[in-house]
């Protein structure tokens, strides 16, 4: 079986750290750390301060390079570049960090999301965007993929990356159902939600939930339609005092249609 074919089958790869990846990760973590800390970007903090979310903040190019630095090499691009319409422009990584305690209550978030967040990893697809006041479903941003690639070193139980085996496969079908047959102009105005539930309730039902811890150099792909989320910081973990650091890519398409119907 193909890196292809392996993909698409379970949704993810784990990508081993090799000289360019850890290059890469050691050139980015001061940055990230950096941008992590900046009282420029505290509006980022979420749960309770136990999670910066970091969207756009890490200052690479559009080949993943970062000044002075090499750009964003490895197995996962070699594999992206080989699938059509995949080998894409990269946009700023977000800089995903968790801390000790994560997640916590806070203001932002209802009681019902918290206890999501906390009991089932706030699982979601990435690119359905909540909106209102009832927090409806909406494809607003196409993701190609999701590429992360971790800074930092940190055990296993903190607060890792989580997925559910096979489950883009129910995903897309779900959405398939509901957009189908619709122009593919007024998808990002065609309410998923009810769809989008439905299909995660049978993934928690029927799909393997692994964990996808990373130490530096490290990389995960996911599927876009792939259900993912972010375990607890268990009250064994331990890590730096920089936290759990992911950087996160997830280009998208131009056209909203590839992102049902690409591979």
């Given amino acids: 079986m193909t890196l292809h074919e392996q993909f698409l ?15 890469w990760a050691d050139h ?3 940055l990230a750390l950096a941008a992590a800390r900046d009282p420029a970007n505290s509006h980022w903090l979420r749960c309770g301060g136990t999670w910066f979310v970091g969207v756009d903040a890490l200052p690479n190019d559009e080949a993943g390079r970062l000044a002075g630095g090499l750009p964003l090499a490895g197995t996962f691009m070699n594999l992206l ?14 800089v995903s960090v968790c801390y000790p305690g994560y997640p916590q209550a806070s203001p932002e978030e209802s009681a019902a999301a918290f206890r999501f967040r906390r009991d089932r990893d706030a699982a979601h697809v990435d690119g ?3 909106i209102g006041s009832e927090k409806r479903r909406f494809l607003k941003e196409p993701h190609a993929y999701i590429l992360g690639i971790a800074l930092t070193v940190q055990s296993p139980d ?13 995903m897309r079908e779900a959405f398939t159902a509901v957009l189908g047959g619709r122009p593919v102009s007024h998808w990002p105005d065609i309410d998923l939600t009810d769809a989008y539930q439905a ?3 049978q993934v928690f039902a029927t799909c393997r939930r692994i964990a996808l811890p990373a ?7 996911l599927h876009r339609h792939l259900v993912h989320g972010v375990a607890p910081w268990a009250a064994t973990a331990t890590a730096s ?11 998208q398409f131009e056209n909203s249609a590839s992102w049902l119907e690409q591979s």
Avoid: C, N
């Fill in 9 to 23: 089958k379970t949704g993810m790869m784990h990508f081993p750290a090799d000289q360019d990846t850890r290059a």
């Fill in 28 to 30: 980015a973590r001061p």
């Fill in 81 to 94: 570049r080989s699938m059509p319409g995949f080998d894409l422009p990269l946009h700023r990584a977000q």
């Fill in 128 to 130: 359905l965007i909540a």
């Fill in 158 to 170: 903190a607060a890792p990356l989580v997925a559910w085996e096979g489950s883009h496969h129910i």
């Fill in 199 to 201: 299909a995660r309730r």
């Fill in 215 to 221: 130490v530096p150099g490290e990389a995960v792909l």
């Fill in 241 to 251: 005092s920089a936290g759990r650091m992911i950087a996160y890519f997830r280009p």
